[in-house]
T-cell receptor, first 115, second 112 residues
Framework: GAGVSQSPSNKVTEKGKDVELRCDPI?????LYWYRQSLGQGLEFLIY????????KSGLPSDRFSAERTGGSVSTLTIQRTQQEDSAVYLC?????????????FGSGTRLTVV | GQQLNQSPQSMFIQEGEDVSMNCTSS?????WLWYKQDPGEGPVLLIA?????ELTSNGRLTAQFGITRKDSFLNISASIPSDVGIYFC????????????FGGGTRLMVKP
């Protein structure tokens, strides 16, 4: 597509439920990134994919968080047993490859609210 | 780990005023980037700086890569209402690959 598409744009879930957030990167972009933005905060790195593999999972805050990417395209970020502190905007970005000039294209994010 | 500290955290200015914000780090960065995030959107790259001392302009925006490689500033001249948003500095995570570390952001509000 023309840009990075994220869905849903908003999600309200009850504490303890699982949620799945989807990111559809720009066609041909091999690198994909997930960041979390808590209210009034900067962007916290979560995970990075190069193709289908995730060489860096260091940012995932707990084992309740996981992500996968299939076919070198769409990625899903899953949060199990959601907690209120998981409430944030989850941003996905994609770029051409490791040698790109940091020209990330971000999606508009998924605003997650855990009640 | 690497941290980028931005100041001020927020600014409320009158339309037409010039704005200056900066970003500092305790460690050296080889690249500095400035992004802007409009409300409800993802950040968009404004300016990229690749060399210490580099001064780069993009319209009313000017950014400089500090000589020490530990700081950068962004200036906006003659601000307009659409400059409202959050401005982030960013640099390569551990100066490797193209994963980015972001600062906490400067929230700019412009009064018409």
């Amino acid at each position: 597509g023309a840009g990075v598409s994220q869905s849903p744009s908003n999600k309200v879930t009850e504490k303890g439920k699982d949620v799945e957030l989807r990111c559809d990167p720009i066609s041909g972009h091999t690198a994909l990134y997930w960041y979390r933005q808590s209210l009034g905060q900067g962007l916290e790195f979560l995970i990075y994919f190069q193709g289908n593999s995730a060489p860096d999972k260091s940012g995932l805050p707990s084992d309740r968080f996981s992500a996968e990417r299939t076919g070198g395209s769409v990625s899903t970020l899953t949060i199990q047993r959601t907690q209120q502190e998981d409430s944030a905007v989850y941003l996905c970005a994609s770029s051409l490859d490791r040698s790109s000039d940091y020209g990330y294209t971000f999606g508009s994010g998924t605003r997650l609210t855990v009640v | 780990g690497q941290q980028l500290n931005q100041s001020p955290q927020s600014m409320f200015i009158q339309e037409g005023e010039d704005v200056s914000m900066n970003c500092t780090s305790s460690s050296i960065f080889n690249t500095w980037l400035w992004y802007k995030q409009d409300p409800g959107e993802g950040p968009v790259l404004l300016i990229a700086l690749y060399k210490a001392g580099e001064l780069t302009s993009n319209g009313r925006l000017t950014a400089q890569f500090g000589i020490t490689r530990k700081d950068s500033f962004l200036n906006i001249s003659a601000s307009i209402p659409s400059d409202v948003g959050i401005y982030f500095c960013a640099g390569p995570h551990n100066n490797a690959g193209n994963m980015l570390t972001f600062g906490g952001g400067t929230r700019l509000m412009v009064k018409p």
